[in-house]
């Protein structure tokens, strides 16, 4: 009879079972997640569909109502439905998270895999650029926009997009790095591909997973400091509906209006948590399948 230790390493039949039960998990974070946006987004488009105005003002409740029959959330100081305007505010923030995320993911793909495939002083040039956007705060940059740009939702996605494509850069880059000298490459070129074919036809797709899983857990970071800047007074105005415009009107009402800032800053961290449980879900998802090839 063989004696089986503790200390032995698990045998090759053991991975993919532990695989299939990770990615079962992971799959299940990623369809909470995929839930609560859904769930968020229908909450959205039903009061859009039966007009509700979340800048309409009912002066009736402007005496800062808790809770009633026609406003479930309550209302601000000047009247105004807070259930109404987290709604459109969560579309809102989704919509500048996933803009910002795929202009970031474009740009800096582009940018790092040029500089990866090209290298020489094309690399050098880009890659201090690189470091000259590292080094620039991007709060510096926020104050300095918000005094000469006009604070809709295009302008927003556009600064936020300036800033966010340094990661997508370096990533590719060094994805490229390590994939430009393989043998499919050298086949390429001698195939007569082209460049520009083989950064797209080649370099991008085998950059497309980290990409991917960086953009997801991006837009969650995205409408998390969109709603920082509104809170700041850097963001968005009304008449957009902006979360953290709403969480800053309750600040000072927090011991006699709680529900101003609190229900939108529920919804900012139930939006956020559903994004980054599809991030990691598509994450571990992408790594379950590496560890089951191998």
């Known amino acids: 009879m063989t004696e089986v230790s503790l200390l032995d390493e698990p045998s090759l039949d ?125 709060l510096l940059i926020f104050l300095a926009a918000s005094m000469v740009i006009d604070r809709n939702i295009v302008s927003m996605v556009l600064l936020l997009a300036s800033v966010g494509w340094v990661p997508y850069a370096r990533l590719v880059r060094a994805t490229v790095l390590s994939e430009r000298e393989r043998g499919y490459i050298a086949a390429a070129r001698l195939a007569g591909s082209t460049r520009l074919g083989i950064v797209f036809r080649h370099l991008l797709p085998a950059s497309a997973t980290p990409i991917v899983v960086f953009a997801s857990l991006q837009v969650g970071f995205v409408m998390l400091v969109e709603a920082g800047l509104s809170f700041l007074g850097l963001g968005l105005e009304p008449p957009v509906a902006s979360l953290g415009y709403m969480i800053a009107q309750g600040r000072d009402q927090l011991g006699s209006a709680w529900w101003i800032a609190t229900s939108p800053g529920v919804f900012v961290v139930v939006l956020i948590l559903a994004t980054n449980l599809i991030g990691d879900g598509l994450r571990d998802s992408f790594r379950m399948d590496s560890v089951g090839e191998k």
Not at 37 to 51: H, K, N, R, Y
Not at 67 to 90: E, M, Q
Request: aromatic share 6%; with cysteine; hydrophobic share 55%.
């Open 14 to 138: 053991e991975p993919p079972v532990v695989v299939r039960s990770k990615r079962r998990v992971s799959f299940g974070a990623a369809q909470v997640g995929a839930t609560l946006i859904c769930l968020l987004i229908a909450l959205a488009i039903w009061m859009w569909a039966f007009g509700v105005d979340p800048n309409a003002q009912d002066l009736s409740q402007a005496d800062l109502s808790p809770f009633s029959p026609g406003h479930p959330l309550g209302t601000d100081t000047l009247g105004r439905d807070i259930l109404s305007w987290c709604a459109r505010g969560v579309l809102t923030s989704l919509a500048i998270g996933v803009a910002v995320a795929l202009l970031c993911a474009l740009a800096g793909a582009l940018i790092g895999a040029t500089a990866g495939y090209l290298g020489g002083w094309v690399d050098s040039v880009l890659m201090r650029l690189v470091d000259l956007q590292l080094a620039v705060p991007p």
